[in-house]
């Protein structure tokens, strides 16, 4: 079975410059989930989808970043126009279950690291 | 907001030595879930609790969720130098999934 896959897996741009993420998650998966990384710390929510919904984009800064999930398989996340604050990995996970079950592991992809200089 | 928290930060350990990280949530939760992420790679998930008090083992790992569902460990017995890395819980509240602050394991051969 394929895995989440997502590009680039680098990006550097310079600040005020915009960058887009590509996310295609495991076939079949209802829910998806863009996570920012910053070094050192643990993964935080940015978006979270079910199918092609929005289901919390709660801490999702909206001034610069935006992202959509089309026809509810792949997804991509735009950071317009960058900040240096905005490095980090950028992780992309996808889980079989609805935002509502109570189950469902959730399968990562490899990340896009993403330098802001 | 749902707010999870992980102690130590940070874990040095000789090899042999056993080692844990505690996990808490500022909410309760409907279940937790466990991740390894290793030094340059994604989380990957281990397991998930989801009764009051439950206890489960894989191998050398013991993982325990609490009887008010606000707090959960990961124990790993004689530790290797193969369990190196960070170690994230990851609590499902309402709608959404949020993560520890992770506590890095470094295990000295």
């Known amino acids: 079975e394929a895995g989440v896959a997502q590009s680039p897996r680098y990006k550097i741009i310079e600040k005020r410059q915009s960058v887009a993420f590509w996310c295609n998650p495991i076939?079949?998966?209802?829910?998806l989930y863009w996570y920012q990384q910053i070094l050192g710390q643990g993964p935080k929510l940015l978006i979270q989808f079910q199918n092609n919904g929005v289901v919390d984009d709660s801490q999702l800064p909206k001034d610069r970043f935006s992202a959509e999930r089309l026809k509810g398989v792949d997804s991509t996340l735009k950071i317009q126009p960058a900040k240096l604050e905005d490095s980090a990995v950028y992780l992309c996970?996808?889980?079989?279950?609805?935002?509502?079950?109570?189950?469902?592991?959730?399968?990562f992809g490899e990340g896009s690291r993403l330098t802001v200089l | 907001g749902q707010q999870v928290m992980q102690i130590p930060q940070y874990q040095h350990v000789q090899e042999g030595e056993d080692f844990t990280t505690y996990c808490n949530s500022s909410?309760?939760?409907?279940?937790i879930q466990w991740y390894k992420q290793r030094p340059g790679g994604h989380p990957v998930f281990l397991i998930q609790l989801v009764k009051s008090g439950e206890v489960k083992k894989q191998k050398r790992l013991t993982f325990q969720f609490g009887e008010a569902k606000k707090n959960s460990s990961l124990h790993i017995t004689a530790t290797q130098t193969t369990d190196v890395g960070t170690y994230f819980c990851?609590?499902?509240?309402?709608?959404?999934?949020?993560f520890g602050t992770g506590t890095k394991l470094q295990v000295i051969p």
């Open positions: 990851a609590g499902r509240g309402y709608q959404k999934v949020t």
């Open positions: 076939s079949g998966h209802a829910t």
């Open positions: 909410t309760t939760l409907s279940n």
């Open positions: 996970a996808s889980s079989p279950g609805g935002w509502d079950a109570n189950t469902g592991e959730l399968f």
